[in-house]
């Protein structure tokens, strides 16, 4: 079938529709949330790190700007979340250029040692930046009656299309995570994607083909840092209280570099199950043991894959399919 | 075939305090077979590294059908018409042999096809080299040989003006050989200038209209084979007296 996966896409934003609507306990929301979130993070992070081989471990950075740009544009105007998320994603982009034009040319392992230190950077900028709480943080309330081209979104009364806020973000997150896969599968069977590929298993030869390898790696961290932006902009609203340290989250910079290592780098769908597998254990784990047995969960996962089964988990299923 | 296509005018080349080119100066004819040899270590391969933009050069110009190359990326001059091999074969490893081929294809040669054009186009060329029905393995169960024969089925496909072969021929048989320089022999015909680096004497003087030879980054000798055969200099860089 021609649409099978647009078709997808708008079944699963179906179910997480009708699952907002439906009387469900508050930590499935959560846990949904948190699933949908990492979805979108590996996914942007695979653009640029599973096709064309860029480590990133500034993930945390890219989160981080997006956050705060959503916190800087309702300080400064009460922006509505939509509004946030185009305003993260366009700074986080641009933050992807800089970035990528001083350091792309930097290899591999150098790449990743300048990614790691761009977070660290920015979270120390943020830290003494009060206009948007400095280090003390900053809370955040969520308009009461949010408004979309003239429609009613939330009203507690029931008069709107969600009953709470937060069930609106989870919806948000849930088009904004579909998307990323959306974006991520068109660049994998695109000329973008092939180019990419080149460059992973070649970057000298690639250039030599024809590969404008410089170029196409800036495209892929500009959209690939967006989306990051986009995903860290909608955090604020759904915890409502922000510092530095949640925004700059180190466990998501981590779970966004494994989550597609042990699900697959090489197509859209590794970082997706990547994602919902160790996302569903992280979620059980934190209910049933602790949160701090998560970042332990994750390395183990990473390095019994490294070592075992680079290709990941749907690498390991494709091949025995075979 | 009388304008050069290509202008090598006082390249030099430093590593370090290591001067691996010095002051080279040569033309490559339109329609040219050029052979290019000289010991291990000479500076063949810096020299092309230099042409196809993988190295800069500190000194000197290199000129392509008119066009001064000085700070044009590798991936111009590819699509100005320069495509090398590598002499240590670098194919893209998680693709098939035809999606190797379709990257030139894709980013230099045909950039306007359709997908199914960009495959025939690749079929044709691997056809011509006698590799078809490898077209859809990896490139991980590949001989020697044949990752040669890849290295110059990829840079054939993005259809140069000037295609430099670095040695495409080490660790082949003389039928082998004898193969490749048929093939290397019928895309000149169809127009293709050449520059062959090679050990291979029988087979770069066979192949050749014109040799220069390099030895410790200078250019020592260049004529025809015949003439660099007799060459005393080459003899003597090439027996190390
Ligand atoms: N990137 C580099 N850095 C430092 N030295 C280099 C580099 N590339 C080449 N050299 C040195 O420059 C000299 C010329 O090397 P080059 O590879 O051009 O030789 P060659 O003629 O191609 O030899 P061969 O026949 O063995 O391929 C050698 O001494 C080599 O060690
Ligand atoms: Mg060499």
């Known amino acids: ?322 | 075939m009388s304008e050069a296509l290509l202008k090598v005018e006082s390249v030099t080349k430093n590593f370090g305090g290591f001067t691996a080119l010095s002051n080279v100066t040569t033309e490559v004819l339109t329609g040219e077979r050029f052979g290019l040899i000289g010991p291990n270590g000479s500076g063949k391969t810096t020299l092309i590294n230099c042409i196809s933009g993988t190295l800069v050069n500190e000194g000197g110009n290199i000129i392509f059908d008119g066009q001064e190359l000085a700070g044009m990326k590798a991936h111009q001059r590819t699509a100005a018409g320069i495509t090398r091999t590598f002499q240590i074969p670098r194919p893209f490893h998680s693709m098939t042999i035809m999606d190797n081929l379709r990257i030139p294809i894709e980013f230099v040669s045909g950039s306007s096809s359709s997908q199914n054009e960009m495959k025939d186009q690749a079929m044709e060329i691997l056809e011509t080299m006698g590799m078809a029905e490898k077209a859809n393995e990896e490139t991980s169960g590949l001989t020697q040989i044949e990752l040669r024969k890849l290295e110059l089925a990829r840079a054939i496909a993005a259809k140069p003006k000037l295609l430099i072969s670095d040695e495409a021929m080490a660790g082949l048989t003389g039928n082998e050989v004898d193969e490749v320089l048929d093939i290397l022999i019928k895309f000149n015909e169809a127009g293709m200038t050449i520059i062959m680096i090679e050990h291979i004497m029988r087979a770069v003087m066979q192949f050749s209209h014109r040799v220069i030879c390099l030895d410790a980054g200078q250019l020592i000798a260049e004529g025809t084979p015949d003439v660099i055969v007799k060459d005393k200099g080459v003899e003597r860089a090439y027996l190390g007296v």
């Open chain 1, 1 to 322: 079938m021609r649409f099978k996966f647009e078709i997808g896409c708008v079944l699963v934003l179906l179910a997480c529709f009708i699952f907002t609507q439906a009387d469900i306990n508050r930590f499935y929301y959560f846990a949904g949330f948190a699933i949908l979130q990492y979805v979108m993070i590996s996914t942007a992070w695979n653009i640029l790190g599973g096709y064309g081989g860029y480590i990133n471990f500034g993930t945390a950075g890219f989160l981080g700007v997006g956050s705060y740009a959503a916190i800087a544009l309702i300080e400064f105007y009460g922006a509505g979340i939509i509004e946030q998320i185009v305003a993260a994603g366009i700074i986080a982009g641009f933050l992807g250029l800089a970035i990528g034009f001083f350091t792309l040319r930097l290899k591999g392992v150098y790449f990743a040692i300048a990614t790691l230190a761009l977070a660290i950077v920015l979270e120390t900028i943020v830290n003494n930046w009060d206009y948007v709480g400095g280090a003390a943080g900053v809370s955040i309330l969520p308009p009461r009656k949010p408004e979309l081209l003239g429609i009613l979104i939330v009203d507690r009364k029931g008069d709107g299309i969600f009953q709470n806020n937060k069930e609106y973000l989870f919806f948000l997150m849930a088009v904004m995570a579909v998307m990323s896969v959306w974006i991520a599968r068109t660049i994998e069977f695109g000329k973008l994607g092939r180019g990419l590929n080149a460059i992973k298993d070649n970057e000298e030869a690639a250039e030599c083909m024809g590969v404008p390898t410089l170029k196409l790696k800036l495209v892929a961290t500009v959209i690939s840092g967006a989306l990051m932006g986009m995903a860290g902009a909608i955090f604020p609203s759904y915890v409502t209280y922000v510092d530095p340290p949640t925004a700059f989250n180190l466990e998501l910079a981590v779970n966004s570099l494994a989550m597609p290592m042990i699900g697959g780098t090489f197509t859209w769908i590794g970082p997706v199950v990547g994602s919902i597998l160790l996302g569903t254990v992280q979620q059980v784990a934190i209910v049933t043991i602790s949160s701090e047995i998560n970042l332990l969960i994750i390395g183990v996962l990473l390095i019994f894959f490294v070592t075992v089964a680079p290709q990941g988990i749907v690498g390991w299923f494709m091949k025995k399919n075979k």
